[in-house]
C-alpha cells in the first residue's frame, strides 16, 4: 500500500500571478490551492506528505505547519533553493526522505480521488514510473496551450513533452514513482543537462519502465492561468462534496 505523497510547491508561478503571488496559496472556493490538492490525497488513503518548498518558502512554509495542526495532518517540507529551474530539481530534493513508493503530485493541480485510486492500485515493477494519462484530446478542462502531452503505446510511455507533434494522451500530473524515479532524473540530468520530471520519464521509456496509467473519465486541471482558475471554480463548486469524499 502506498502512504507517502511529494508534493512540489517551489515554482513562481507567473502564469497565475494574477490570482495571488504564491500559487500554492491560491484561494480557489474558499481554500488555497494546495488544501485541495492535499486534501483529496489524505482522502484517498494516503498518509504523510512532503512538499518541497521554494519561492517565498518561508511563508508556504508557515501556511503548511498552520494547515497541518488543523487538519490533523502528517506534512513535512524540504526546501529547493533551485526552484527557478526544472521541476525535477524539487523531486530530487526529498530523495532522502522517500525509500520506498510514493504518489507525485502538483500543488496546481485538481483532481477526483478515483484518480488516486487508479494510481495507488496499478500494478508496477520496482524499475517502473507509472504516470496518469487522460486518452480524452477532447477534454475541455484541459489546456492546450500548456499541457504536457504523452505518446503511449500497450501500456510504455513512447514520448512526453510539451511540444512533441504526435501524441495520443495528456500528462495528468500525478504519477506513482519510487527511487527509479530519482534516478532516472539524475541521469537525465547528468547526460543531457535535462534536470525535468519530462527527462527523468524519457530516461525511463528507453528501457519501457516508463508506464501509462489510464485514468478513464476522472476529473482533473491544471490551475495554472485565470482562465484553468475559472474552470476549476466552475467545476468544483456543485462538485464539491463528490470531489473530497
Request: a negative charge; aromatic letters at 8%.
Amino acid at each position: 500500500m502506498i502512504e507517502d505523497l511529494l508534493i512540489v510547491a517551489a515554482g513562481m508561478g507567473t502564469r497565475l500571478r494574477a490570482k495571488g503571488d504564491l500559487k500554492p496559496l491560491v484561494d480557489l472556493c474558499g481554500k488555497p490551492l494546495i488544501e485541495h490538492a492535499l486534501e483529496v490525497a489524505f482522502a484517498s488513503g494516503l498518509k504523510r506528505a512532503t512538499v518541497v518548498v521554494g519561492y517565498n518558502a518561508n511563508v508556504l512554509t508557515s501556511a503548511l505547519k498552520e494547515l497541518a495542526a488543523r487538519r490533523s495532518w502528517d506534512i513535512d517540507t524540504v526546501y529547493n533553493p533551485d526552484f527557478k529551474h526544472p521541476n525535477g530539481l524539487s523531486v530530487l530534493k526529498a530523495k532522502a526522505r522517500l525509500k520506498g513508493r510514493f504518489i507525485l503530485a502538483m500543488c496546481d493541480h485538481l483532481v477526483e480521488p478515483k484518480l488516486y485510486d487508479y494510481m495507488v492500485k496499478a500494478p508496477l515493477a520496482d524499475a517502473q514510473v507509472g504516470l496518469g494519462i487522460d486518452m480524452r484530446l477532447d477534454n475541455e478542462y484541459v489546456d492546450l496551450e500548456d499541457v504536457t502531452r504523452v505518446r503511449f503505446h500497450g501500456p510504455h510511455i513512447l514520448d512526453i513533452g510539451k511540444e512533441i507533434p504526435v501524441y495520443n494522451a495528456f500528462d495528468t500530473g500525478i504519477f506513482s514513482a519510487g527511487p527509479a524515479l530519482f534516478e532516472a532524473i539524475e541521469k537525465s540530468g547528468t547526460d543531457t543537462g535535462n534536470y525535468s520530471i519530462s527527462g527523468g520519464m524519457h530516461m525511463l521509456a528507453e528501457k519501457k519502465n516508463a508506464i501509462g496509467i489510464n485514468v478513464e473519465d476522472s476529473f482533473w486541471i491544471d490551475v495554472d492561468s485565470p482562465e484553468m482558475h475559472r474552470l476549476a471554480t466552475g467545476w468544483l463548486a456543485p462538485n464539491r462534496t463528490e470531489a473530497v469524499g
